[in-house]
């Protein structure tokens, strides 16, 4: 099966670092994503990583190891936009075809 | 590109009655769709995996006899909550992809409340 685990919650403040870790169990493994979601709205689209190792775009950065069934999503200079949750998905090789499993998600509360 | 438009937004039904839900990828030709289920403050919980042309795979606990769908097109995927109870009410989100092991992209989602 697939297990997929993330913190609930975090803090931080505004201009800070933030790192949200998740770690994953799964027999397919074929790609890690990180998604934004803010309440009421559908995820968007922030990270990619199949290889090991770290992924940067703007503020965002996306770290794997897939040895160790982990990964984080570094957020830079936070804003207040920022809050919201962070969905950590692992792509699994099914059966009949691929399937995206979500974590939890971390819910980023980011204070002045 | 790569949009994908789902409808509609939101939707208030009476128990007992059926909702059809709409996903549609309007500039890219999707394989693979896929159905999600969010209920407030949890993450998103994969239904089914839709591929046209073909029988959509449900996940565990998911009844298929109750969540129909269809992927007549390769733009077009639909969800029916058949005979819908009060239970059902979430918010419910489609993806798609142009094959089965690339980017999926996600719809605006839909909130179904059953009154």
């Known amino acids: 099966g697939q297990n997929i685990d993330q913190p609930t919650e975090m803090t931080a403040t505004e201009g800070a670092i933030v790192q949200i870790n998740c770690t994953y169990q799964t027999s397919g493994f074929n790609g890690l994503f990180w998604y934004q979601q803010h309440a009421g709205e559908a995820p968007t689209f922030l990270s990619y990583n199949v290889l090991d190792g770290l992924e940067e775009k703007g503020r965002f950065s996306s770290f794997l190891s897939r040895s160790k069934g982990y990964s984080y999503l570094l957020l830079k200079e936070l804003q207040m936009k920022d809050s919201a949750s962070y969905l950590c998905a692992v792509r699994d090789r099914g059966v009949s075809s691929y399937k995206l499993i979500f974590g939890s998600g971390t819910r980023l509360l980011v204070r002045p | 590109g790569a949009v994908v438009s789902q409808h509609p937004s939101w939707v208030i039904c009476k128990s007992g009655t059926s909702v059809k839900i709409e996903c549609r990828s309007l500039?890219?030709?999707?394989?693979?769709m896929f159905w999600y289920r969010q209920f407030p403050k949890q993450s998103l919980m994969l239904m089914a995996t839709?591929?046209?042309?073909?029988?959509?795979?449900?996940e565990q606990g998911v009844e298929k006899d109750k969540f129909l769908i269809n992927h007549a097109s390769l733009t077009l995927s639909t969800l029916t909550v058949t005979s819908a109870h009060p239970e059902d009410s979430s918010f419910y989100i489609c993806s798609a992809s142009k094959q089965a092991n690339t980017e999926a992209f996600f719809g605006q989602g839909t909130r179904l409340t059953v009154v």
């Open positions: 839709s591929n046209e042309g073909s029988k959509a795979t449900y």
């Open positions: 500039d890219f030709q999707a394989t693979t």
